[in-house]
């Protein structure tokens, strides 16, 4: 292979890259490469009694890291770190309250809780 | 996390028996528990100072002094449906109009964010029931309850709010004055009663259309 062959074939190899991450259109056809359908039976909002979905890698699996042990400060305690225009996920079982603030969730994506005695999942 | 999408809602798996959850549809779709249903808790999505106005007593996730940004800030404002784009295009709205959304085995109905804030309490009918949703702008705060109590139908109006800020409503039967987004009566014949909440979450319209291609939509043409 010639020199010439070697760069022309590098900044093509880039070029390509770079669109399949920054051109969505590009990018949409790579992910739908890695894609599996399935067929879910289950009663719908729509009434059809089976659903096609295609579900699409992106990531590996834990690639965002779900919180498995939360740890729960009073508002007093929180004063420094919470916002009072920030925005959280609400929750009230049997008369325990929690909140989740959207920036963590954001990064997370799922918090493993248990609230009021009830095993939850807080997802984003 | 799976580190999957489905039509840009992740995808979540279990560590007990590897099944793969779809977070919109609140349903397994992959391995051992496909086609079972999560139970979804009622939740709110509101401002940290709304939340404490409501709960004072109220935990907190402990950020350690961290997080302190919106990672999908400008996500929010861009024009992108999610990374993948839409399964299916719905022209009523705009793709990234918000709305709040209720879904159950009957039917699905959204509510645009720009239509209800106009009302605030709104009194409609979803899949067979009387229903009132409630929405302050402000802190973006929406909820959606029966309006059926002991027997009868309660009709909802806006009664401003109370000394901390916290929108509330009153029923036209008793004139009993309700929070808007605990569905508590608060004064009034009815002190004390607590309105069924529906599970409602707010999502932007590209999404919502693909999940449920055939929701209702209120407030628009």
Request: glycine share 10%; proline share 5%.
């Given at each position: 292979?010639?020199?010439?062959?070697?760069?022309?074939?590098?900044?093509?190899?880039?070029?390509?890259?770079?669109?399949?991450?920054?051109?969505?259109?590009?990018?949409?056809?790579?992910?739908?490469?890695?894609?599996?359908?399935?067929?879910?039976?289950?009663?719908?909002?729509?009434?059809?009694?089976?659903?096609?979905?295609?579900?699409i890698t992106v990531l590996g699996k834990d690639a965002i890291p779900a919180?498995?042990?939360?740890?729960?400060?009073?508002?007093?305690?929180?004063?420094?770190?919470?916002?009072?225009?920030?925005?959280?996920?609400?929750?009230?079982?049997?008369?325990?309250?929690?909140?989740?603030?959207?920036?963590?969730?954001?990064?997370?994506?799922?918090?493993?809780?248990?609230?009021?005695?009830?095993?939850?999942?807080?997802?984003? | 996390?799976?580190?999957?999408?489905?039509?840009?809602?992740?995808?979540?798996?279990?560590?007990?028996?590897?099944?793969?959850?779809?977070?919109?549809?609140?349903?397994?779709?992959?391995?051992?528990?496909?086609?079972?249903s999560l139970e979804i808790i009622p939740s709110v999505q509101t401002t940290?100072?709304?939340?404490?106005?409501?709960?004072?007593?109220?935990?907190?996730?402990?950020?350690?002094g961290r997080y302190q940004s919106d990672t999908y800030e400008r996500y929010?404002?861009?024009?992108?449906?999610?990374?993948?784009?839409?399964?299916?295009?719905?022209?009523?709205?705009?793709?990234?109009?918000?709305?709040?959304?209720?879904?159950?085995?009957?039917?699905?109905?959204?509510?645009?964010?720009?239509?209800?804030?106009?009302?605030?309490?709104?009194?409609?009918?979803?899949?067979?029931?009387?229903?009132?949703?409630?929405?302050?702008?402000?802190?973006?705060?929406?909820?959606?309850?029966?309006?059926?109590?002991?027997?009868?139908?309660?009709?909802?109006?806006?009664?401003?709010?109370?000394?901390?800020?916290?929108?509330?409503?009153?029923?036209?039967?008793?004139?009993?004055?309700?929070?808007?987004?605990?569905?508590?009566?608060?004064?009034?014949?009815?002190?004390?009663?607590?309105?069924?909440?529906?599970?409602?979450?707010?999502?932007?319209?590209?999404?919502?259309?693909?999940?449920?291609?055939?929701?209702?939509?209120?407030?628009?043409?």
């Open positions: 292979m010639t020199r010439k062959m070697g760069y022309i074939i590098a900044l093509s190899l880039g070029v390509l890259v770079l669109a399949a991450i920054f051109v969505p259109q590009v990018r949409q056809f790579w992910l739908n490469l890695r894609a599996e359908d399935v067929q879910v039976q289950l009663p719908l909002a729509t009434g059809e009694p089976t659903l096609d979905l295609r579900i919180i498995l042990d939360p740890q729960f400060i009073s508002a007093a305690e929180a004063v420094s770190q919470m916002k009072p225009s920030e925005r959280v996920i609400g929750v009230s079982i049997n008369g325990e309250h929690r909140a989740y603030p959207l920036n963590l969730l954001g990064r997370h994506e799922i918090v493993n809780d248990t609230v009021g005695g009830k095993p939850v999942a807080v997802t984003w | 996390m799976s580190g999957k999408l489905i039509m840009n809602a992740v995808v979540l798996y279990d560590h007990q028996t590897d099944t793969l959850w779809s977070q919109f549809l609140s349903r397994g779709v992959r391995g051992p528990l496909s086609g079972t940290w100072e709304q939340w404490l106005q409501l709960h004072p007593t109220t935990l907190v996730l402990d950020k350690g929010y404002r861009d024009g992108s449906a999610g990374i993948l784009g839409e399964a299916n295009k719905d022209n009523r709205l705009p793709r990234k109009e918000l709305v709040l959304g209720v879904a159950t085995d009957g039917g699905a109905k959204a509510y645009p964010f720009s239509a209800i804030s106009q009302q605030r309490v709104i009194n409609d009918r979803f899949d067979g029931d009387e229903v009132v949703v409630t929405f302050d702008p402000d802190s973006e705060t929406g909820a959606i309850f029966q309006r059926a109590l002991d027997g009868q139908s309660l009709t909802f109006q806006p009664a401003g709010t109370n000394e901390l800020g916290i929108m509330l409503m009153e029923d036209q039967q008793t004139g009993s004055t309700w929070q808007a987004f605990t569905g508590q009566a608060v004064s009034g014949p009815l002190t004390g009663k607590v309105l069924e909440r529906l599970p409602s979450h707010y999502s932007f319209w590209f999404a919502w259309s693909d999940f449920h291609p055939d929701t209702a939509l209120w407030g628009v043409g």
